[in-house]
């Protein structure tokens, strides 16, 4: 399991920058962000360098976030990886509430899992074959 | 446990006829008296015979605060100054101050409406009983006071203030009896949670009679859970007489008002037409038995509803419920009537939403539309956008079903909600002058 840091931001210009100004300021470095959003309201997702301190430094500054367990698993970035990953969890009788990847100029895709049910997911990825990278090592991608 | 149980338990039949009786003589006592009322009996084309019944009441005029100040200081007096024993007055800080006179007479009924709520506490005689409201101009100290006295107990006058002293004499004088405002009775149970005692365990305390000031459920059962008491709604007003026109029996819901002394009526504030019972209104009272300051159908501004179902407890008195705002409160929205307080009580039932709220009225082409910003609860787990929209879906199918209004809901950031003062700004009305807000709850 990793920590991401979650963040709700009202829809309105300019928030989702303040707070990537704010995690700037604390000396955060950006792995990956998702947002999900509304017409009014927003979720960031992100992945960093530091989600205890992120979380620290935003919440100081008023905003509402929160640290999320999340699944990470290295998936070749070839044609029909992650069809195969998504086809795999299936099978585990778990429901992804969401997912995104990011890739690094390396050819390599880490897949972001949010997983509900399944406390053992990351185990059971791991005899299959799968490759769940360490959190320090999703961190500093 | 009853004081006066021929009164409080008479057979509504035999009730209304002392009602009419009590009522044509105050009339009378009223056009004969008092300038004011002549002027406005004459102008509604009414004298105190045209009450034949009491559904004739509808004919007389209203009384408002407005024509109290107007009257400053003795023009409402009904009586000459040689029978006037005691006068009471409001602070007057938006206005003309209000004053109030009691004769003798006024005075002993008053200390027995009071004390027919200590009795529905089930104490009296042998009950220490500390009245920590104010003592002086304003109505609580005095009120509680005599109401004490009279129930049999032995008052302790302790005044509001020096909390210490008064916690300290709480537990020494064994107290079994705690009259002040919800708000003093919350600062007490914390200060003696904080100085090391167990309130509930440590002290005698068994009730506590408190008004003067609203208070939520919430708060209620805080502080008959901190304190270990039974906790006693009291409703007066000074311009009426003072606390005790209605009282908590603890046995169903609302409080008795002291129908062979006062007259409720539930009137729609905007039609002024009177309401059946059971519905929300503004409480109009007409006075029965003051001598001083008689008031003919007087407009209270307070919302509440008359509750007719007989009471358990076997006083045929009606009840009042839990006076739920003021009418400079009142949002009407498409033709409905909506009080800050009854959102915030949805809101406050909904698991995942904070207390702090804001609701914008305005319009879209030629309809109301309201926006209620709400905060999250700190511990709502927030990474699924479905997650959200469920909380806002909730929070409208409650605000939907309890207000029967349809609310768009939105979620804010902490803090986006603006506070003065240490008050939420609870409302912004755009319909009627740009960016008017009011507050609740003064
Ligand atoms: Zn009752």
Same mark, same amino acid.
């Given at each position: 399991?990793?920590?991401?840091?979650?963040?709700?931001?009202?829809?309105?210009?300019?928030?989702?920058?303040?707070?990537?100004?704010?995690?700037?300021?604390?000396?955060?470095?950006?792995?990956?962000?998702?947002?999900?959003?509304?017409?009014?309201?927003?979720?960031?997702?992100?992945?960093?360098?530091? #989600?205890?301190?992120?979380?620290?430094?935003?919440?100081?500054?008023?905003?509402?976030?929160?640290?999320?367990?999340?699944?990470?698993?290295?998936?070749?970035?070839?044609?029909?990886?992650?069809?195969?990953?998504?086809?795999?969890?299936?099978?585990?009788?778990?429901?992804?509430?969401?997912?995104?990847?990011?890739?690094?100029?390396?050819?390599?895709? !880490?897949?972001?899992?949010?997983?509900?049910?399944?406390?053992?997911?990351?185990?059971?990825?791991?005899?299959?074959? @799968?490759?769940?990278?360490?959190?320090?090592?999703?961190?500093?991608? | 446990?009853?004081?006066?149980?021929?009164?409080?338990?008479?057979?509504?039949?035999?009730?209304?006829?002392?009602?009419?009786?009590?009522?044509?003589?105050?009339?009378?006592?009223?056009?004969?008296?008092?300038?004011?009322?002549?002027?406005?009996?004459?102008?509604?084309?009414?004298?105190?015979?045209?009450?034949? *019944?009491?559904?004739?009441?509808?004919?007389? #005029?209203?009384?408002?605060?407005?024509?109290?100040?107007?009257?400053?200081?003795?023009?409402?007096?009904?009586?000459?100054?040689?029978?006037?024993?005691? !006068?009471?007055?409001? $602070?007057? %800080?938006?206005?003309?101050?209000?004053?109030?006179?009691?004769?003798?007479?006024?005075?002993?009924?008053?200390?027995?409406?009071?004390?027919?709520?200590?009795?529905?506490?089930?104490?009296?005689?042998? %009950?220490?009983?500390?009245?920590?409201?104010?003592?002086?101009?304003?109505?609580?100290?005095?009120?509680?006071?005599?109401?004490?006295?009279?129930?049999?107990?032995?008052?302790?006058?302790?005044?509001?203030?020096?909390?210490?002293?008064?916690?300290?004499?709480?537990?020494?004088?064994?107290?079994?009896?705690?009259?002040?405002?919800? *708000?003093?009775?919350?600062?007490?149970?914390? $200060?003696?949670?904080?100085?090391? @005692?167990?309130?509930?365990?440590?002290?005698?305390?068994?009730?506590?009679?408190?008004?003067?000031?609203?208070? $939520?459920?919430?708060?209620?059962?805080?502080?008959?859970?901190?304190?270990?008491?039974?906790?006693?709604?009291?409703?007066?007003?000074?311009?009426?007489?003072? /606390?005790?026109?209605?009282?908590?029996?603890?046995?169903?819901?609302?409080?008795?008002?002291?129908?062979?002394?006062?007259?409720?009526?539930?009137?729609?504030?905007?039609?002024?037409?009177?309401?059946?019972?059971?519905?929300?209104?503004?409480?109009? !009272?007409?006075?029965?038995?003051?001598?001083?300051?008689?008031?003919?159908?007087?407009?209270?501004?307070?919302? $509440?509803? !008359?509750?007719?179902?007989?009471?358990?407890?076997?006083?045929?008195?009606?009840?009042?419920?839990?006076?739920?705002?003021? %009418?400079?409160?009142?949002?009407?929205?498409?033709?409905?009537?909506?009080?800050?307080?009854?959102?915030?009580?949805?809101?406050?039932?909904? /698991?995942?939403?904070?207390?702090?709220?804001?609701?914008?009225?305005?319009?879209?082409?030629?309809?109301?539309?309201?926006?209620?910003?709400?905060?999250?609860?700190?511990?709502?787990?927030?990474?699924?956008?479905?997650?959200?929209?469920?909380?806002?879906?909730?929070?409208?199918?409650?605000?939907?079903?309890?207000?029967?209004?349809?609310?768009?809901?939105?979620?804010?950031? #902490?803090?986006?909600?603006?506070? *003065?003062?240490?008050?939420?700004?609870?409302?912004?009305?755009?319909?009627?002058? %740009?960016?008017?807000?009011?507050?609740?709850?003064?």
């Amino acid at each position: 399991m990793i920590k991401q840091l979650t963040v709700f931001l009202t829809n309105e210009k300019g928030r989702l920058a303040a707070a990537c100004r704010v995690l700037a300021d604390a000396g955060i470095n950006l792995r990956s962000l998702n947002v999900a959003d509304t017409a009014d309201f927003g979720v960031a997702r992100i992945i960093c360098d530091n #989600p205890d301190d992120a979380l620290q430094a935003l919440q100081h500054a008023g905003y509402r976030a929160a640290i999320t367990d999340v699944v990470a698993v290295c998936v070749p970035d070839v044609l029909g990886g992650l069809a195969d990953l998504l086809a795999f969890m299936d099978t585990l009788d778990v429901n992804i509430e969401y997912g995104y990847c990011f890739v690094n100029g390396g050819g390599n895709a !880490i897949d972001i899992l949010k997983v509900d049910g399944g406390a053992d997911v990351e185990e059971r990825l791991i005899e299959a074959g @799968y490759v769940c990278p360490k959190a320090e090592d999703v961190y500093n991608f | 446990m009853f004081f006066q149980e021929e009164f409080e338990t008479m057979p509504r039949e035999q009730l209304r006829e002392l009602q009419l009786l009590r009522m044509r003589d105050t009339f009378k006592r009223c056009y004969d008296n008092v300038d004011f009322y002549k002027k406005a009996f004459n102008g509604a084309g009414v004298v105190p015979e045209d009450l034949k *019944s009491l559904d004739d009441l509808r004919k007389f #005029p209203f009384t408002v605060k407005q024509d109290m100040r107007d009257a400053y200081p003795y023009k409402l007096f009904a009586v000459p100054m040689d029978k006037v024993a005691r !006068i009471h007055a409001s $602070s007057g %800080t938006t206005g003309q101050a209000t004053v109030v006179g009691h004769t003798a007479g006024d005075l002993a009924r008053w200390g027995e409406c009071f004390a027919r709520g200590i009795r529905m506490a089930d104490l009296g005689p042998g %009950t220490v009983m500390q009245v920590a409201y104010g003592y002086g101009l304003f109505t609580g100290g005095l009120g509680a006071h005599v109401g004490g006295e009279v129930a049999g107990c032995c008052v302790i006058p302790a005044s509001s203030g020096n909390t210490k002293r008064q916690i300290q004499m709480i537990k020494d004088m064994g107290v079994e009896l705690l009259a002040c405002t919800p *708000s003093y009775a919350l600062l007490i149970a914390d $200060s003696a949670i904080e100085m090391g @005692y167990d309130p509930a365990v440590d002290f005698k305390l068994k009730a506590g009679i408190f008004g003067a000031e609203p208070s $939520s459920d919430g708060m209620r059962r805080e502080i008959a859970q901190k304190l270990g008491i039974r906790y006693c709604d009291v409703y007066g007003l000074s311009e009426i007489m003072g /606390p005790g026109v209605a009282m908590e029996c603890g046995h169903g819901e609302g409080l008795h008002f002291a129908e062979d002394h006062f007259y409720p009526e539930i009137i729609d504030p905007d039609t002024l037409e009177p309401l059946p019972d059971g519905e929300w209104g503004e409480l109009v !009272i007409t006075t029965l038995t003051r001598e001083c300051t008689p008031l003919v159908r007087y407009r209270t501004r307070d919302i $509440s509803r !008359i509750i007719a179902q007989p009471c358990s407890c076997g006083r045929t008195h009606r009840r009042i419920d839990r006076i739920i705002g003021r %009418t400079d409160d009142m949002l009407i929205i498409r033709g409905v009537n909506v009080f800050p307080s009854q959102i915030e009580q949805v809101i406050a039932e909904v /698991p995942g939403i904070a207390t702090q709220y804001q609701i914008t009225v305005g319009t879209r082409g030629s309809l109301d539309y309201v926006e209620l910003a709400v905060e999250m609860a700190p511990d709502f787990v927030f990474d699924e956008i479905r997650q959200l929209e469920g909380l806002k879906k909730k929070l409208a199918a409650e605000l939907k079903s309890n207000l029967q209004i349809a609310v768009d809901i939105r979620i804010v950031e #902490p803090h986006t909600i603006e506070r *003065s003062e240490g008050k939420a700004k609870r409302v912004i009305d755009l319909r009627k002058n %740009t960016g008017t807000i009011r507050g609740i709850g003064k």
